[in-house]
């Protein structure tokens, strides 16, 4: 197969002993990629040329990523090297090897994230003015505010649970904050457990700001919800003597199992696996730095954990709730520059969308390039009376999202609308059930698309009436329809009513929905069908032109590249000339810069203040400079396992403005690039003369500052 093709091309044997060493020379670790790319965001929370306050931001997001590292890598490996320990993964390694590695790495990475808020981010936000108090420091008027606080707020909804017996230890919600509390003495009863939990709500914020009378000279002052209790606790055990309170948490396996078989209706089994996800199998345990070993030992018995799986922190367990303190200060100095996404100019001039359309394909690059043309054409399909049908996907949207709204506004008015609403997009699953009810309440036909696939193609075609007939307008991206995301990722967005690419979409839906063969498409790549083989025979073409003595290049831009055969297929490319320029912000399993395995391939990282998320695929392919732009990452599940969508970009304008954009300002960034080494570790690219960011750049191109 390629794999074995890919192997032989560098001269590998192939006997079964040898196969770990040569996929461990050929490909890297997934996970470890992961943690190389959260060691990039770090680096923006650790970098003092950004404000303040964003660097904050930064370190909040590293909480959020590890969160959901653990929640589903860490809980993968730890199940297979449980259940599957001689499994050998894509890089030639174990999962219990794996695992050990990724755990090293992990506390690694954590002992590095508390150092930098304790020891740098925490005085810095202090000689600001904001300002998070221990209990010690807490004046005597502070120390009034926070007592009337607890017993006004926390108190009533407190319920501590005294281990007895009669009290097993209590089933602690995934990632919610609790305190075990060792106690001694007799209560009303004349128990002694010794032992008591705590579980704070989660309506409770964990960080109160205090009222400027009690600040003290400081502008903003804060206190942590867990201090609030350390220093009250014992008002919930009265008689009795608190020895200690320890904060703690755990982290569950949140992957939900869906088995066909016994699948009757997609969205009532899926409610039944969300009950489940907050109670699975413990993967981590996050304790203060300050809890005993005896304590800690305690837990891990709770929660059939490891010593290895212990993160002890000197600090809040919960990092993410931080991300709430920029928007309670106001200090726009402390914060990156606020802007105004711009319109294209197609569009200033209030044009009517659908005839904006009809004239000239629209690119939109996000944010630089507002997302509310999208929102608009939603809107107005909605009371437009001669739009007839609204077809969308649905993958990640929000809990709040004018667009559903509309597509509601829609069913209710009496258009067709269709909506693919994905009900597996993970930690999205609540979120999505609530819109397919409300939609399938307004009366839009709701379908889910296909069971063993996730439906991730970003796609809405609007159905118009015009002159007698009927034409489609269609929006296709690279990323959710989501507006406040679209803020902070940078995507594209293709609005078009190309006939070749309307009848393609509208036959994508189709297959959605119904039931028969694919059929073939006239423009758009499609997976699980179409996609792999395209970007697989693409390389090829340009792997046999450099063969041939002429130009070859690839340049792809993607937030992962991991599918072993297209690995393999760019070593071979790179082997025969082929330049190969990859702009990976997350992770990459490739090895660049290897001698004579992949000398001609470069990769590139971009982490700032946006998170870079487009796909965009260029091939030169002898001139014709093939471009296009996909909802599709170079993974396994993405070519294999999903429901995506790849469309060409043919206007030579919007193709230009793509590669430029896309493609060249980021391959010459010396602002926010990291470049990979061979071995998976990156170096920050250093600006050498004049400093290029193509962030930056674009929003002083794109937008009006404020």
């Known amino acids: 197969m390629a794999g074995n093709s890919a192997l032989a091309c560098k001269g590998a044997p192939h006997p079964k002993e040898n196969q770990m060493t040569q996929a461990q020379e050929l490909l890297l670790n997934r996970e470890m990629g992961l943690i190389e790319f959260n060691r990039r965001v770090m680096a923006q929370g650790e970098d003092s040329s950004l404000p303040l306050l964003e660097r904050l931001k930064f370190l909040c997001i590293v909480s959020s990523n590890l969160d959901e590292f653990f929640e589903v890598r860490v809980a993968w490996l730890k199940d297979n090297a449980q259940h599957n320990p001689g499994r050998i993964l894509a890089d030639g390694n174990t999962p219990g090897s794996t695992l050990g590695?990724?755990?090293?790495?992990?506390?690694?990475?954590?002992?590095?994230?508390y150092a930098l808020l304790t020891d740098t981010?925490?005085?810095?936000?202090?000689?600001?003015?904001?300002?998070?108090?221990?209990?010690?420091?807490?004046?005597?008027?502070?120390?009034?505010?926070?007592?009337?606080?607890?017993?006004r707020e926390l108190m009533p909804i407190l319920t501590p649970i005294g281990l007895d017996p009669a009290h097993p230890f209590p089933k602690v919600l995934n990632?919610?904050?609790?305190?075990?509390?060792?106690?001694?003495?007799?209560?009303?009863?004349?128990?002694?457990?010794?032992?008591?939990?705590?579980?704070?709500p989660r309506i409770l914020p964990r960080v109160i700001q205090l009222p400027p009378e009690v600040c003290d000279g400081n502008r903003h002052s804060f206190v942590f919800l867990s201090s609030i209790l350390h220093a009250h606790v014992h008002e919930l055990f009265l008689g009795m003597t608190v020895k200690g309170c320890y904060q703690f948490r755990v982290t569950r396996n949140s992957e939900l199992t869906v088995e066909e078989e016994d699948l009757k209706n997609l969205r009532t089994a899926l409610q039944g696996e969300l009950r489940h996800r907050q109670f699975g199998q413990?993967?981590?345990?996050?304790i203060a730095d300050t809890c005993p070993r005896h304590m800690e030992d305690f837990l891990l018995t709770q929660f059939n954990l490891q010593r290895e799986d212990v993160y002890r922190v000197n600090g809040p367990v919960n990092l993410v709730r931080l991300m709430q303190v920029p928007d309670l200060v106001d200090r726009p100095d402390l914060k990156f520059t606020p802007f105004l996404p711009s319109l294209p100019p197609v569009l200033q001039q209030k044009a009517n969308l659908f005839e904006a359309i009809s004239?000239?394909?629209i690119l939109l690059h996000h944010p630089y390039q507002s997302f509310q043309p999208v929102i608009d054409m939603l809107n107005l399909a909605a009371f437009d009376p001669q739009v007839v049908a609204i077809k969308m996907t649905v993958y990640r949207t929000g809990t709040d999202s004018v667009l559903m709204d509309s597509l509601i506004a829609a069913a209710r008015s009496g258009k067709q609308v269709t909506v693919v609403v994905e009900l597996m997009a993970r930690f999205d699953e609540e979120a999505n059930i609530g819109w397919a009810s409300r939609l399938e309440d307004a009366g839009a036909h709701v379908v889910y698309g296909v069971f063993g696939y996730k439906v991730h193609a970003k796609m809405l075609m609007v159905v118009r009436r015009e002159d007698g007939a009927l034409k489609r307008y269609v929006h296709l991206g690279t990323g959710n329809y989501h507006p406040r995301t679209a803020r902070m990722y940078t995507d594209f967005g293709l609005m078009t009513?190309?006939?070749?690419?309307?009848?393609?979409?509208?036959?994508?839906?189709?297959?959605?929905?119904?039931?028969?063969?694919?059929s073939k498409l006239k423009l758009l790549l499609q997976s699980p069908f179409t996609l792999h083989s395209?970007?697989?025979?693409?390389i090829a073409t340009e792997t046999e032109h450099a063969k041939a003595g002429r130009p070859?290049?690839?340049?792809?831009?993607?937030?992962?590249?991991?599918?072993?055969q297209v690995i393999h297929a760019l070593y071979r490319a790179s082997q025969a000339g082929v330049k190969i320029q990859l702009i990976i912000r997350g992770v990459c399993a490739l090895r660049p810069g290897v001698p004579g395995l992949s000398d001609n391939i470069s990769v590139r990282s971009i982490v700032g203040r946006f998170l870079e998320h487009p796909r965009v695929f260029y091939f030169y392919n002898d001139k014709a400079e093939n471009l296009y732009i996909a909802s599709a990452d170079w993974m396994g599940r993405n070519f294999f396992r999903r429901i995506e969508s790849c469309v060409p970009i043919l206007d030579p304008a919007l193709k230009r403005r793509v590669i430029k954009e896309a493609l060249r300002m980021n391959l010459v960034d010396n602002f926010n690039a990291w470049e990979m080494q061979a071995d998976g570790s990156y170096r920050k690219k250093t600006a050498r003369g004049k400093v290029h960011s193509v962030q930056q750049t674009l929003l002083a191109d794109y937008t009006r500052q404020i």
Do not use: Y
Request: proline letters at 2%; aromatic letters at 8%; charged letters at 25%.
């Open 534 to 538: 395209m970007v697989m025979q693409a």
């Open 552 to 564: 070859a290049r690839i340049i792809a831009k993607m937030n992962a590249l991991l599918e072993p």
């Open 101 to 113: 590695n990724v755990t090293t790495a992990a506390h690694d990475l954590v002992a590095q994230q």
């Open 497 to 518: 009513c190309n006939e070749d690419v309307a009848s393609d979409v509208n036959d994508i839906f189709v297959q959605l929905t119904g039931l028969g063969r694919a």
């Open 121 to 151: 981010m925490l005085p810095a936000l202090r000689e600001e003015g904001i300002v998070f108090l221990r209990r010690r420091e807490w004046s005597l008027a502070q120390q009034e505010w926070v007592k009337a606080f607890f017993f």
């Open 282 to 286: 413990a993967v981590r345990l996050e």
């Open 175 to 200: 990632k919610s904050l609790n305190f075990a509390v060792e106690l001694e003495g007799r209560d009303a009863f004349g128990r002694a457990s010794g032992i008591a939990i705590v579980q704070a």
């Open 359 to 361: 004239k000239q394909d």
